[in-house]
């Protein structure tokens, strides 16, 4: 079970399609090998980049049970947002029954007020059932919804099942940094995984973050970087992230950088179809030459990147 | 099937909860048999004043088998919004395999220019398979979304399933007009069908609507009003229409409105229990007591209520 | 200067321009001088419904000396919101300076969790300086923020200055009684007048209002309304004001309203234009015969209505 | 004056303030100073990165007095953004009498449909007068804002004087290669420079900007990259952008990228003062330490770096 001493890196896996755009379940095992062997120390599936709200509810099942089989001792968490309580419950029940991790949450948009996020949280940790943990996803990017930190602390305060925040605000250095802050006042810990494409990854580390819970189409840099950072290699940190700051950064274009996403994975030989379900769509053939480009730079220029992406950009 | 000839009163449907949450399936049928009893047209279930999202998916299917069992002839229309279309195509598959008339569909809050409007609805259209009448509904309070009279044109040009328009766009009289304009220089007839509480709907119907898709607690005063305006008594239908806008006007308060309906409902002995899924709550001692007050005064003006609603009031 | 004890009706003016879009300075003073004889308490310039944004420094200038001018002992206030605090601070002290009774603020809609909406109005206490009373207006329709009732309070509590609340929350009716309870449990006491139309406007009073700061064509309703309720004569107060209802309702429509309060001010032969500046635009054909039709019915039924009233209806 | 020829480097001022918050006059001849030396090609004050809303109108003609005054010949672009038309109309005036070359503009976020937007923009083209170049802003990240790419057909059919795109679309590549798409089947040529912090400038530029209209605090290495790719030396310029990519990335931060960059302009030399006016706050010390090691290591590997820089980052 997920607690508050996850660390490393909860890769933000996508949901694989075949060009007809059905699920692709052998595809999922060889998503969910590739993830293992670049060392990964958990999955998280069925996020806003896993395409979860354009799944049938059956789908959604399907897939994470073959991601949990396929993980074996890997924590895999699921992502069950839902616009009502009763889905999201029905989706947790499935879904823990199978052998989840654990569940996250990112509220929706029109929430009132800080009593209004809280009473939210509280509401969900109550509907999920307060054995199961649940990562609090805080994204506003996303959802238009500014979480304050004093929020965060009155959810974790009142709901012994948040265990992790799943931090993606925008600008949010400081607020790593708050956060952090409020613990040593007495705040109970959590674990606080950095997403948002991971494009501050070394300073977020610094401030106090445990790893990240993102896609890129990189995960061993990922590793690496968390690795290094703990190992108090700063410099050796920052020289292999900004290496492939490039194509985070492509990466990183809302609505627009799941497609990038998937078509590097294909690239490297990682997904048979890089299709997205509608309204999502593909790269344009311009997007794919830049892409092609930044993994050639990629190739030429970092001397860790294991074997795989080597043979991507080559 | 639902058809662009549809007219009068598809009430929305509130759904039933028991006082510990769960469905009231026996309270459904007396619902529907209520509905039917005021001379409603048809029922529209699964609206966003129907909890929709708050129902996992068993839920919403066996809530609409015992609808359309129960309403017999009268047609049924269900709301299948979603975030997704694989989730929106398998409800609307469902519903209409037990019968439902046809489904409504709400565009989510975030799309992008006119082409954006259009192109969602072609997907729609696609997914839910162009067999399958489906009602626009044009809500912006709820969602944020202006969808302009020429985009309502082009889908209605390109999706020969689009078969009427639930206008709740605020202010809207004009917008009735408009669409009723575009039908004289060559648009497809649509059936128009008001929301928003019916605010507005003696004017709506001399602009050109059909009749209303509407929940008020007095479905019979939206009967009887379309039918004296059809008949030409312009003043009778605004005097009786005047004589609930108190009430109308009460109810048609964003989130709180739907507490109103359903304890009015339960006051005229329609509803077993009032409760609403969370977040929903119920109303206030204050609320409660304003309610009655408008109950009283209603039960004393207005001659043509049927008999339930004078029992309430007194 | 506005206090805490500012009762009754203090009326949201429009700005009247002449037919090319300038400024009407002369109609101003007829305008003042229409209200000051409905019985108003105070007037409201440069709101939302004054389209305070459209006109320039020097406009709003020259038009709030005008009025404040005419107004005589009738207290003035004026709308300063400003997407900065340099502009607010300058408009504040130029209308100060005129001889204005006060200021009011409507927040702007991006301010970030509970704290940031207190933190605005502290900046805003201390730019238009401690001395200056404000009106915090609290009006989620327009910009989309939620004012927690604990905000209000802090708000209360840490600027001596804001001394009255503009409550068109929208439902709102909970909000003012939550209000009233905080003061019993030690907040200090704020005048609340009700905006949004005044659509709620007898039961707003009996909730603890003290009176109304809206823009209704026919102000001495307003006054009339206020005038029954505080003489404990609650079925006449609803009489009223139910007969009003109609046109009241069809005024409150967003971004329409204001033509068709324009409009009936100068059926009412107060306003010699019924122009707005752009965006803004005058009410369709079809409009101003649903205007003209409520405005004959309002003639027929409302016995206290003033002599202007049943010119204007005839 | 301004035209679609415009090419190069026009740089977003920042605005200096004292450490009072007061305009810093001298501050802004050494800043322009500064800028030109850089070898941009024109400077744009008073956009949102300029804190144009928090300028009194007469601090705003100040500031773009002085700045136009100590331009010389570099054209000078001045952000008339307003809430209403009169307002942008005086100060489109104002500047446009002190020499401005052009003004800038972004539209609200609330227009309806693909019509309000070319509705908005024509009203503007005829409130400023059709003589006064404008720019069109396209920036959804700032005002949630989709202009689609044939509302900016439409709008450059339609007013002669939009002769220049402020693209920051975000994602934003395919537009620009479908804008001037567009011109090749018909439109009118516009000058394209990219904002949202220059993220994509190689890129872009290759898409068919023509340069770029963003702040960085080194103004040097946007100059040079465009140089570069002018130049057809792909490599050189992608080897210089990524670079500086690091510095580029944390001053993209919505909010708080302001804050890098006065610090990073303080930093050279340039500012006196890093202040911002509230609601605008200073870096933390967390972040001042974070950009520190951002200047070091920029100064460290850029051999193209003008003097300012390596001295700053040492």
Not at 116 to 143: H, K, R, S
Not at 215 to 236: H, K, N, Q, T
Not at 269 to 282: E, F, H, T, V, Y
Request: one cysteine or more.
């Amino acid at each position: 079970m997920l607690n508050e001493t996850a660390r490393g890196v909860f890769i933000i896996s996508v949901t694989p399609f075949d060009e007809r755009g059905g699920l692709d379940l052998d595809g999922t095992d060889r998503l969910a090998d590739f993830y293992a062997g670049c060392g990964v120390d958990g999955i998280t599936i069925l996020g806003m980049m896993g395409e979860a709200p354009k799944l049938a509810h059956e789908e959604s099942i399907a897939f994470a049970r073959r991601v949990i089989a396929r993980a074996g001792k890997l924590p895999v968490v699921v992502g069950v947002s839902a616009p009502g309580f009763a889905p999201m419950a029905a989706l947790t029940k499935a879904v823990m029954d199978l052998g989840a991790a654990g569940v996250m949450i990112a509220p929706p948009g029109g929430l009132k007020g800080d009593d209004g996020i809280v009473t939210y949280f509280q509401t969900c940790a109550e509907m999920i059932g307060t054995d199961t943990p649940f990562v609090l996803q805080d994204f506003p990017l996303a959802n238009g919804l500014h979480i304050p930190v004093g929020v965060i602390e009155r959810v974790v305060a009142t709901c012994p099942n948040c265990i992790m925040l799943k931090h993606e605000d925008w600008p949010g250095l400081d607020k790593i940094t708050a956060v952090r802050a409020r613990e040593k006042s007495g705040m109970r810990r959590l674990s606080i995984l950095v997403g948002n494409g991971g494009l501050f990854l070394p300073f977020e580390l610094e401030r106090g973050a445990d790893g990240a819970m993102t896609g890129y189409a990189f995960p061993e840099m990922l590793v690496e970087v968390c690795r290094l950072m703990a190992a108090g290699r700063r410099s050796e940190a920052h020289d292999l992230f900004d290496a492939h700051l490039p194509l985070v950064r492509y990466e990183q274009q809302p609505g627009a950088g799941l497609a990038v996403r998937k078509y590097a994975l294909r690239k490297r030989g990682i997904l048979a179809s890089d299709l997205q379900r509608k309204p999502g769509a593909r790269v344009s053939r311009e997007t794919a030459a830049e892409i092609d480009w930044l993994l050639d730079r990629l190739g030429g220029s970092v001397s860790i990147a294991p074997r795989e992406s080597r043979r991507a950009a080559s």
